[in-house]
């Protein structure tokens, strides 16, 4: 199984917290550079935060102070943390993983929904 698989997504109320989390094939986990995503009904999909091999993060600014994005690549798991979640963060969150070595590789997931309630 390489393509990533997410879960943790539901439904709470503005104002909550979720914790995404998405596991990967440990073939290609730790040498991964790995991304959350998301595509808001009716919008086009957009990056949410990602995280190098390395550990370096980077985050969209509509997120920054409320998502934290972590890896731990003993369990070749990415999480997200969300917190103050609002009613405009509903979406469908989507894990990738890629990176090169002497290959390249770039898996998604199937997503998971995310629903904030006002």
């Known amino acids: 199984q390489v393509q990533p698989v997410e879960s943790g997504g539901g439904l709470v109320q503005a104002g909550g917290s979720l914790r995404l989390s998405c596991a990967a094939s440990?073939?290609?986990?730790?040498?991964?550079?790995m991304d959350w995503y998301r595509q808001p009904p009716g919008k086009q999909r957009e990056l949410v935060a990602g995280i190098t091999s390395g550990g370096d993060t980077n985050y969209a600014d509509y997120v920054k102070g409320r998502f934290t994005i972590s890896r731990d690549n003993a369990k070749n798991t990415m999480y997200l943390q969300m917190d103050s979640l609002k009613p405009e963060d509903t979406a469908v969150y989507y894990c990738r993983a890629h990176g090169r070595t002497y290959y390249s590789w770039d898996y998604w997931g199937q997503g998971t929904q995310v629903t904030v309630s006002s």
């Open positions: 440990g073939r290609i986990f730790s040498s991964s550079a």
